[in-house]
């Protein structure tokens, strides 16, 4: 699937807080106390949303343009900014034996995780290619959805207001 473009909110929240919010994608929100940290969470966040459509198998929605975005009444918009996302690839069933104490091992390891069973074995996979005999690997693992950055953030102008 081609990468696609989605508009993200950053607003000023209470003591002097940053939050970040895709009108396309209800519930992901990421904030900071920077605006740099609440962007960067907010590539993750979506990035995160992204992976879990897609492992429930539905589809992305079509981006919102800026100029039609509804703002939440008494919103203090900072600026707009834009994070394209290039959705996983899709999966492929496989059959695979194993022996059963082994699959108790990884559905437990897998719960212990927030993961699904399959999620797991792609985590596990993906480690066991990566892997360097002479590194050690990193234990978290990235979203399979890659985030962009496509470019500044564009301040929204408010006439009448100005900040010291």
């Not at 907010?42 to 975005?69: F, H, K, N, S």
């Not at 719960?111 to 690997?137: C, K, Q, V, Y």
């Not at 979203?143 to 929204?156: D, E, F, L, M, Y």
Request: charged share 25%; proline share 11%; with cysteine.
């Amino acid at each position: 699937m081609k990468k696609r473009l989605y508009p993200a909110v950053l607003e000023r929240g209470p003591r002097g807080a940053l939050g970040a919010w895709f009108p396309d994608f209800p519930g992901c929100v990421a904030g900071g106390r920077s605006q740099e940290e609440a962007i960067e969470k907010a590539e993750g966040a979506l990035a995160r949303a992204v992976d879990g459509m897609a492992e429930q198998g539905r589809p992305l929605p079509a981006p919102t343009p800026i100029a039609q975005i509804a703002l939440p009444k008494g919103a203090d918009v900072v600026a707009y900014f834009i994070v394209g996302v290039d959705p996983p690839d899709p999966s492929e069933r496989v059959n695979v034996y194993l022996p059963k104490s082994l699959i108790t091992r990884i559905d437990k390891r897998a719960t212990e995780l927030g993961m699904s069973r399959s999620s797991f074995f792609g985590f596990a996979a993906t480690i066991a290619l990566d892997w360097n005999p002479g590194f050690p690997h990193a234990g978290a693992a990235d979203p399979r959805s890659k985030v962009h950055k496509t470019g500044a953030v564009r301040a929204q102008r408010r006439p009448g207001k100005r900040r010291p």
